[in-house]
């Protein structure tokens, strides 16, 4: 069994997948509290929900792209048995981790996005500093959300110092919503001559900021 918030068909909003048709499998419960969070409502509740069914619901909106989300996905081992049981069914799968468990045993077949918490966060000090040994350059992908000019700093330094830039499909510069201004990050990455990309969150801008289930 898995405890689950939610699980619905949309848009993928961020990665180098966003604008694609996806669904997602929003597991219950993480134990971070980052300062900007906007999935709070999936610290408690949900409901305890067999994989089986999960899969049954997964098929029935026919989607071949799968974002298992929180929360904190990784926090419920049995997350792993869902995943590997959605990639023998030919899903492509995405796994969006919050970076504070290890990603260690998750079924190779699937992609991860590994968040790396910046200091306005609050929980930079719990990063899972040997995910990013793990990072496969054909797959994974590395998420910064940057809340102001510190924040940017110390992506940059931990993009040099762990050489990611070869090492991830993708190094994601991520806009904390409402905490910064969108064209003073879109200068610092311009300037900054990284191999990274900013994006913004898809879903925010089409449904707004609030909006479950979308
Ligand atoms: S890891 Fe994700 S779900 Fe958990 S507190 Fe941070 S932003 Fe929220």
Not at 185 to 201: C, D, F, N
């Amino acid at each position: 069994m898995l405890r689950v918030t939610e699980i619905f068909r949309s848009l993928q909003g961020e990665s180098t997948h966003a604008g694609r048709p996806c669904t997602f499998v929003r597991l219950t419960g993480c134990p971070m509290r980052c300062v900007w969070c906007d999935s709070e409502y999936t610290f408690s509740g949900g409901e305890h929900v067999s994989i089986e069914e999960v899969l049954k619901q997964v098929r029935a909106f026919g989607c071949q792209l799968v974002e298992v989300t929180g929360g904190e996905p990784l926090a419920q081992r049995q997350a792993h048995t869902l995943i590997q049981r959605l990639c023998d069914e030919g899903f492509e799968v995405l796994i969006e981790t919050g970076g504070f468990f290890s990603t260690e045993g998750i079924d190779e077949r699937a992609a991860i996005i590994l968040d790396v918490k910046c200091p306005a966060s609050g929980e930079d000090t719990r990063n899972h500093w040997p995910n990013l040994d793990r990072l496969r350059s054909d797959r994974d992908e590395v998420k910064f959300v940057i809340a102001n000019r510190s924040d940017w700093e110390y992506a940059a330094d931990v993009i040099k110092r762990y050489e990611l830039e070869p090492r991830a499909r993708a190094i994601l510069i991520s806009p904390a919503w409402d905490e910064i201004d969108l064209k003073e990050l879109a200068q610092w990455t311009a300037e900054s001559g990284l191999r990274v990309r900013m994006q913004l969150q898809l879903h925010k801008y089409i449904w707004g900021p609030d909006v479950k289930g979308v």
